[in-house]
């Protein structure tokens, strides 16, 4: 197990993508959007750790209220393990809960489910695993913004 990349809601893409670029040198090498969730999210490389940055798409989405509730900025660590299903099956019979009822297709192509962050010392906690059994769909929209 090891974190895999670390979810910040961004309120303000350019700005933050602007950000990222001067400070960093870091474009995002991927953008998809996960219509389900209302989120598209943006995919940095700075400094070696991997952002996950989450723009909302739909007012009602969970990153718009989290956004709404408690502002922009840290919103997940993500720990990448090598089948999310045991991972669910551990977690569950620690007695954990967890915000979905099983691992699901995320992001990256990536079966994922959250720890409820009740029960994570009040950090919003990803598992994420490949999914070998999912199709491969075209993940960039073609929209990653070009270095200068
Ligand atoms: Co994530």
Redesign the pocket.
Same mark, same amino acid.
């Given at each position: 197990m090891h974190l895999? =990349? !670390? $979810?910040v809601a961004s309120a303000d893409v350019e700005a933050d993508l602007d950000r990222y670029r001067r400070l960093f040198g870091a474009v995002p090498y991927k953008v998809e959007d996960v219509a389900s969730e209302g989120v598209r999210?943006w995919f940095l490389d700075a400094g070696g750790t991997k952002i @996950?940055l989450?723009e909302a798409t739909t007012p009602d989405s969970a990153i718009a209220r989290h956004i709404e509730k408690r502002g922009p900025g840290l =919103? =997940?660590l %993500?720990f990448a393990v090598d089948s999310a299903d045991e991972m669910f099956a551990r977690v569950r019979n620690e007695g954990l809960r967890t915000l979905n009822d099983a691992p699901k297709l $995320? %992001?990256?192509g990536k079966q !994922?489910f959250f720890l409820h962050p009740k029960d994570a010392g009040g950090v919003l906690t @990803?598992f994420?695993s490949p999914d070998p059994g999912a199709p491969r769909v075209p993940t960039s929209d073609g929209t990653r913004p070009e270095a200068d």
């Open positions: 895999d =990349h !670390i $979810g999210t @996950e989450l =919103h =997940h %993500a $995320g %992001a990256d !994922i @990803e994420c």
